[in-house]
């Protein structure tokens, strides 16, 4: 196209582009600005939940709204123009009278319903900037893998390029009559039965290819120039990954002829266990200790993650809400290699054969009857109901009682 060509109405401008740009440019430029303002765009969501959108009035988040719809408008019209040859050569010549015919729209800007968008630019064969779809899997692992890393084989069903054919889809092939070779046509949709509008979406007929196979199709794939295997992907996972934490293996997914490569995509999904808590690099589980270490001091034994089998040696315990802290026996950082700490949070166990007057001899009450008269009245033993059945401000915790915070487990109860 002459570079000297006038952009009148701003098309060409609006799409980011010179007049002398390329159809394919032109396409690139119309696909970006489509995912960018459609009411369900990524884009839109975004602006929907900043802090400036967030604080205008209700008016004004119309207004705007409306605005980025005006513009989608305008930019579905452009594309109408410039994507057909006749037309985008009339109005580089400023005999676009023809182009009334594409103004007006209102609304939600000539956009479909952002699946069928999508489904237009090939579904799930294809994504923006021409990049096949990636390949989305979850792998389950246990808090074991995290501590110790593991490399484990896993199968994918992938979409790949017919090698019967090279992607061709069968021999011999002629020009597609629905699109003239283009491979999009014009088509008219309704948006909510109340606006009509007209799009250029991908030919139905070629499926955007711009040409048809003539002849017989091709054996390997039915002239669908892909056919799906399994492939078997090596994973290693790192010591210390997180849980949602990403593996990507780049344009190793579904292939499409023409396009680039998806991508594989594993997702770590750890156990969901709720003895054992992760804070950073640290790990957080319960231990079981026995009153008399509790009181006097001893060694705690302890399996870790990894198989070791651990004697941890403690002080005696002034309270029940302090763990055993034991520096740098937690999870990898990956980006490191440090080690966090193993937090170990106390499950102490009384003795059911408790004498109290033997005891008494050793312990001595730290806690005398405060003055007033007291009611004397009868309990049990039971476990305090979860966090959640319990409204907030239901109670008021006395601090003199946190220690029961600890995990207290009585073994037989007490025998006084």
């Known amino acids: 196209m002459a570079s000297q060509a006038r952009d009148t109405k701003g098309y060409y401008k609006l799409l980011g582009l010179e007049p002398n740009a390329t159809t394919a440019e032109i396409n690139k430029a119309y696909n970006r600005k489509q995912v960018e303002l459609h009411p369900a765009s990524v884009s839109r969501q975004k602006m929907r939940r900043s802090k400036e959108f967030m604080e205008m009035s209700e008016e004004k988040k119309k207004a705007k709204e409306a605005e980025l719809d005006e513009e989608a408008t305008k930019v579905n019209e452009a594309y109408n123009v410039l994507s057909d040859e006749t037309k985008r050569q009339q109005y580089d010549n400023e005999t676009d009278e023809f182009a009334q015919g594409f103004s007006g729209f209102s609304g939600f800007s000539g956009f479909q319903d952002i699946a069928d968008f999508m489904s237009n630019f090939g579904g799930s064969r294809r994504s923006k900037g021409n990049k096949v779809e990636d390949t989305h899997s979850e792998i389950k692992i246990t808090y074991k893998d995290v501590f110790t890393g593991k490399t484990n084989r896993y199968k994918v069903k992938l979409s790949v390029i017919c090698q019967t054919c090279d992607g061709k889809g069968g021999k011999d092939f002629c020009m597609c009559k629905k699109c003239d070779g283009k491979g999009r046509v014009l088509a008219r949709v309704s948006l909510g039965g109340l606006i009509n509008t007209t799009q250029a979406v991908e030919c139905p007929d070629c499926k955007g290819r711009g040409s048809k196979i003539s002849g017989p199709p091709c054996s390997g794939c039915k002239g669908d120039q892909i056919v799906q ?38 997702s770590i999904k750890v156990e969901d266990r709720p003895d054992y808590q992760r804070n950073g690099d640290d790990f957080i589980c319960p231990v079981e200790i026995d009153i008399l270490t509790a009181l006097t001091g001893g060694v705690v034994y302890y399996d870790h993650l990894d198989g070791r089998k651990l004697a941890i040696k403690v002080q005696p315990f002034r309270d029940f809400e302090s763990s055993l802290f034991v520096p740098s026996e937690g ?16 499950k102490v166990l009384i003795n059911s054969g408790l004498d109290r007057a033997k005891l008494s001899e050793y312990i001595k009450p730290l806690l005398s009857k405060p003055s007033g008269n007291y009611i004397n009245i009868n309990s049990s033993l039971k476990k305090c109901p979860e966090m959640d059945s319990v409204s907030e401000g239901d109670y008021e915790e006395d601090p003199r009682y946190s220690f029961f915070r600890g995990g207290i487990n009585i073994d037989g109860g007490f025998p006084f």
Not at 237 to 248: C, F, P
Not at 249 to 259: E, H, L, W
Not at 331 to 346: H, R, S, V
Request: net charge positive.
């Open 331 to 346: 999870f990898t950082n990956t980006k490191t290699g440090k080690k966090g700490n193993l937090y170990l949070k106390p």
């Open 229 to 266: 295997e399994h492939k078997i992907i090596e994973v290693t996972i790192s010591k210390g990954v997180k849980n949602g934490e990403q593996i990507v293996y780049k344009k190793q997914g579904n292939q499409f002829p023409g396009c680039v490569p998806g991508d594989i995509v594993f």
